[in-house]
């Protein structure tokens, strides 16, 4: 009887470690889980951020290319004077190229107020020179 008292003892604590066996192995398999989402979500996060970041230097690229284009084309306007040298300068490729950089928009406004621009030049030319030959 005592016998059976000790295997019943036993067999009662042999179950009791093995509940806390599989309780330790549910944790660290849960853990594990854990553990290997943190680090699935962290090299997402990593990858988002080198989206965003390339996407802000493509974006600081087209503005930076813009604001060159619409320098040149200011200094092109403000270089209408003949005695000025300026063959060198290639308005219409930058209003292209301007044009190609920004949207639909800002690219049509640019070009109509740059054909308005190029239109009165032209009309104040031919005037001038119809004058110098009468």
Do not use: C
Request: proline content about 1%; glycine content about 6%; charged content about 35%.
């Amino acid at each position: 009887m005592l016998f059976d008292a000790y295997t019943e003892e036993a067999e009662l604590k042999q179950l009791e470690f093995q509940r806390f066996f599989l309780a330790k192995d549910q944790t660290v398999s849960s853990l594990e889980r854990d553990l290997n989402l943190a680090k699935k979500q962290m090299v997402m996060a990593q990858i988002d951020a080198d989206h965003d970041k390339h996407e802000l230097l493509e974006d600081a690229k087209v503005s930076a290319g813009i604001t060159m284009y619409e320098i040149r084309l200011q200094m092109a306007q403000e270089a209408e004077d003949p005695d000025f040298y300026r063959s060198a300068w290639d308005k219409e490729g930058w209003k292209a190229k301007m044009a190609e950089l920004k949207d639909e928009e800002e690219a049509t406004e640019v070009l109509a107020i740059e054909a308005s621009v190029s239109g009165k030049d032209q009309a104040g030319g031919e005037a001038g020179g119809d004058a110098a030959k009468v």
